[in-house]
């Protein structure tokens, strides 16, 4: 990120509450999170760090706020009515909810990707991947050329679309579709890339490749992914917390850590009932 987006500030609590060396190098630091629309409150006291370069899965059962707390990582959930939170997120210890910060710029460095694959329809498959550049200036032909090869392939495209870059987005499948959005999403060069529910809407072989993209990309970017699979789950991350909703129906963190840990020897029984199947 540039410079006037970040702020010194020190390392966060761990998930726990207690300082650790995971809070110190954590590219995302969630403190005392709270989150509303008008009155009610759908994410309660949420403190959690994620890790650079690793895949964190947020799991939980339907309802319990994780699509809300993973667009409070990049401010997508402004856009609903009425819609507040209370606490810090830091991103490389810089609050993204500072006054000063430009929530559409911010997501330049956060980009995401949704449960349904969303190609702008009135767009080639090549001026979908270009849109974020071309909306902060960048216009050279040669590069942005370049840009689109490097995130197709990136994204696992490249060799099923080079020949039909003219053609419109929604010619493709919808594996490929949500192919295409990744690319999009990663055009921009983010350093994070959250992604809600992005197979659910497809076939087991379309998953698959979303799958093995996420496995691939998680050299280069930091992923957060909200899943209904624990399968799914299990396969892509290297943490997981589990989410879950309190009598008011918050959303609250149970626990976090380590994914074969949690899934394994979790060490909060409302995790083991969840993950082996007997809630949810």
Not at 102 to 129: A, C, E, H, K, W
Not at 169 to 181: A, H, M, N, V, Y
């Amino acid at each position: 990120m540039e410079t006037d987006v970040r702020v010194i500030d020190s390392p966060g609590p761990s998930a726990t509450g207690e300082p650790s060396s995971e809070a110190e190098s954590a590219k995302i630091d969630i403190r005392d999170l709270n989150v509303y629309y008008g009155g009610f409150r759908a994410v309660k006291d949420v403190t959690v760090s994620v890790r650079p370069k690793a895949v964190t899965a947020i799991i939980g059962p339907s309802g319990c706020g994780k699509s809300t707390f993973l667009r409070t990582l990049n401010r997508m959930h402004e856009l609903a009515p009425r819609a507040r939170v209370e606490g810090k997120v830091l991103l490389d210890g810089a609050d993204i909810y500072d006054p000063s910060v430009d929530p559409v710029r911010l997501r330049r460095f956060i980009g995401m990707v949704f449960q349904r694959p969303n190609p702008f329809p009135t767009m080639s498959i090549y001026d979908n991947v270009v849109a974020g550049l071309k909306l902060v200036g960048r216009t050279s032909r040669s590069d942005l050329d370049g840009i689109v090869e490097r995130s197709l392939r990136r994204a696992a495209l490249w060799d099923e679309v080079k020949d039909k870059l003219k053609q419109s987005g929604t010619s493709l499948s919808g594996g490929q579709q949500q192919r295409l959005c990744i690319a999009r999403a990663i055009a921009v060069d983010p350093e994070v890339v959250l992604m809600d529910e992005p197979a659910s809407a497809l076939d087991p072989v379309a998953t698959l490749r979303i799958e093995e993209l996420i496995a691939e990309l998680r050299a280069n970017y930091t992923i957060v992914i909200v899943t209904h699979n624990m399968q799914q789950a299990g396969r892509v991350s290297d943490e997981t917390a589990f989410f879950s909703m309190d009598e008011d129906r918050a959303g609250y963190l149970v626990e976090f850590g380590p994914t074969r840990e949690i899934f394994t020897n979790p060490h909060e029984r409302l995790t083991e009932d969840y993950v082996s199947g007997r809630f949810g």
